[in-house]
């Protein structure tokens, strides 16, 4: 996980839903203590004439449920430890199964997995708020879906479809035989669905703005398809005659646009930056930030920009895990978008659906392994006896030592 700072309570909850409301209706002692009702009001609307929009919808109404606190405990036996997914800002992810007729029976039911707030006051209960109104209205292939949520007394709880292969910072630095290195078309897959989840939400009339995209946020299903969890720092972008908006600083560092770090003005391209930063982590399998490198290269960013604009030095920072099976065209134009999104001016960014069309071309582009060296040198050394030693060329090229590449130090 990254480091996370700020509060998003800098502005009131940009949507709401009847559903919430007849929660409220029946909690009002929370209400009060947590300040002004939800509104009712919708800003959610569809922009023209984009194609990003065919997969998704915005639903009129959430289709979320409203589960009881004791309904969680029995999905999750009681929140027992060995159920535990992960952990970041908000509280823990516990996995549970849902079962009308025998909720609690392990491995029986749809598998779900539940967030436990951890924490109490008002900026939690914005961040559970903001989580169920986007997700609870937006649906889309590369978007988590949220099935439910929780508010009993002091319980806040939010009830997600399970995915199987977890969240791709686990993959990409998670140690541990359960772990499986990622391959290059996975990888690509993998970019392709995240870019198309912010590009729909960047296609809205009233362009939503993810604000925290990084590794850890991206979830995998069965089949490493990606998509987009965690809302609770999602905000409305500018209006068409503002160009920014300015909010408190939030999110974590090493993903957290420059502009938006230095002056809090928060622009929809922040988020291409973000992108950028988790290509490159793909492409290394290095983390945005780590203070255990060595001086100079705790910020991924700062350190490897200069080998992403020269092929031969973009070969020495590849994911060593993927043992050079990956097509070089490929990685050179990877590094070349990389350098792009993360341009240090928002306007001079690629807008998420180029970045899209991009990755589609670039993910047909095939691996195609070349002969080993050992073989291609005996057949040389074939050719050579064949041929009489006075026809020999003198400047026939000597046979090359195979290089190993690594991260460099």
Known sequence: MGVC???????????TTDHLSSVESRTTSNTTSRGSNISR?????VSSGDGAFQDGQILPTPKVRD???????????????????????????????????????????TPIAVKKLNSEGWQGFEEWKSEVNFLGRLSHPHLVKLLGYCWEDKELLLVYEFMQKGSLENHLFGRGSVVQSLDWNIRIKIAVGAAKGLSFLHSLDKKVIYRDFKASNILLDGSYTAKLSDFGLAKFGPSASQS??????MGTY?????????????????????????????????????????SGQHSLVDWIKPYLSNRRKLKSIMDHRLEGKYPSKAAVQVAQLALKCLESEPKYRPSMKEVVHILEQIKSINYNPKEPRKCAARQTTRRHHQQPLHQRSPLAPKHETKRAYSNPP
């Open 5 to 15: 700072w700020g509060s998003p309570a800098d502005n009131p909850t940009p949507s």
């Open 41 to 45: 009001d919708s800003r959610f609307s």
């Open 67 to 109: 589960f009881s606190f004791a309904e969680m405990k029995a999905a999750t036996k009681n929140f027992r430890p060995d159920m535990v997914l992960g952990e970041g800002g908000f509280g823990k992810v516990f996995k549970g199964w849902l079962d009308e007729k025998a909720v609690g029976k392990s491995g029986s039911g």
């Open 244 to 249: 920014h908006v300015t909010t408190r600083v």
């Open 254 to 294: 090493g993903y957290a646009a420059p502009e938006y770090v230095a002056t809090g003005h928060l622009y929809v391209k922040s988020d291409v930056y973000g992108f950028g930063v988790v290509l490159v982590e793909l492409l290394t399998g290095l983390r945005a930030l780590d203070t255990n490198r060595p």
